[in-house]
């Protein structure tokens, strides 16, 4: 699961999120890249990727697992009009090679099992 909070423009990694990141990966990573297009208001993709590539976006610990970044660039494409910090399920996408996170289906607390 990912969170996004639109009050401080963050997106949120969780542990078991970042873990299977990191197991696709290879290797621990700080960067990323966020991928959206105008087409895909549902979806958007985050690719863990060396820092030096166009358009990383360096990660900031909230913990030892836990991981953020700013999102307000991929806020004002989709033209988010939540207020609340919603969590998203995250999923492999091979054809693009990277992580799908389905803005079709916010999860309520109660229904994520961490």
């Not at 690719?47 to 991929?74: F, I, K, V």
Request: a positive charge; aromatic letters at 10%; hydrophobic letters at 30%.
């Amino acid at each position: 699961m990912v969170s996004i909070n639109p009050k401080l423009k963050r997106i949120v990694i969780y542990k078991k999120a970042r873990e299977k990141m990191i197991q696709r990966y290879g290797q621990e990573f700080e960067t990323v890249q966020i991928m959206f297009g105008k087409d895909y208001k549902d979806a958007f993709w985050l690719s863990p990727c060396d820092p030096n590539e166009e358009g990383a976006r360096q990660l900031n610990a909230t913990s030892d697992t836990t991981r953020t970044l700013s999102c307000s660039l991929l806020l004002r494409t989709l033209e988010w009009e939540g207020t609340k910090t919603e969590r998203f399920p995250v999923k492999w996408d091979s054809e693009y090679d990277a992580w799908r996170v389905d803005l079709s289906q916010p999860r309520k607390r109660k229904e994520v099992k961490e």
